[in-house]
């Protein structure tokens, strides 16, 4: 075993029992928070040293880069990936083909064509639409008063399956900063799940701030450095 390996494999350990005493602290059930690996920037090798300590659920920020990482991981029985990036409309084939999710969803056009690639691969994929809630020129979503109109453009399309709702906050040091986007997520989620029942799912939380996310209701938390160490990007 390579030091790499034991590595990943020692921070997914620290970092489920991390998640566990989160959910104990909040009187939540353990089983109701999923932990994603955050795989982007990362060669593919490192997500099957993950997959070897345990992990199934990983995310990728790209469309070109998972493509690149498929051929390595296809065959690993019950390995889950999921776009966690923005999916550009000239995407949608590649993304329903790859992924198992894209929880990034945040306009009906996108929406539609990646209806018709599901539909035309024989699938039904699951989705998360992405609240924008902050003001950042940055960050990809739909703003919260949009939202409904959004739902209710996705309700008829059968290829997709509607799970939840996901964000990412401004980055800040303290994970406290976090706390009221993270409330207001699961206000909207709320909000809308009567209407749309299998709307249930909160993806919110990183490596900074993904106690305070669970202790707000997070069922999923993207958890990238925490794992894999610091990114290097190529210049
Ligand atoms: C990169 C990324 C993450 C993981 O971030 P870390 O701070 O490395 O844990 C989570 N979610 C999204 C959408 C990301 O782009």
Do not use: W
Request: hydrophobic share 45%; charged share 25%; with cysteine.
């Amino acid at each position: 075993m390579s030091d790499a390996t034991s590595s990943i494999a020692a921070n997914l350990e620290r970092i489920r029992n991390e998640i566990a005493d989160a959910c104990a602290r909040a009187g939540r059930n353990t089983a109701n928070v999923a932990l994603m690996a955050v795989s982007k920037v990362h060669p593919a090798e490192v997500l099957i040293e993950a997959y070897e300590a345990g992990q199934r659920l990983f995310g990728e920020n790209r469309v070109q880069e998972a493509q690149g990482k498929a051929p390595v991981i296809a065959g690993y029985a019950g390995l889950e990936l999921h776009l966690i990036g923005p999916l550009q409309n000239n995407k949608t084939s590649k993304a329903a083909e790859i992924f198992q999710a894209v929880d990034t969803l945040d306009s009906v056009k996108t929406a539609e064509r990646l209806n018709s690639a599901a539909a035309a691969l024989g699938k039904t994929m699951r989705v998360l639409v992405e609240v924008k809630l902050s003001h950042e020129e940055s960050k990809h979503g739909v703003a919260p008063e949009e939202l409904p109109a959004l739902l209710a453009a996705l309700d008829p399309l059968s290829n997709l399956r509607v799970g939840g709702l996901m964000t990412v906050p401004p980055f800040d040091e303290d994970a406290e900063t976090a706390r009221p986007f993270f409330q207001q997520l699961r206000r909207l989620r709320d909000e809308n799940v009567g209407a749309y029942p299998t709307l249930t799912e909160l993806s919110m939380g990183m490596s900074n701030d993904f106690r305070v996310a669970i202790e707000e209701g997070s069922t999923c938390v993207r958890v990238g450095t925490a794992i894999f160490g610091k990114r290097v990007y190529p210049a």
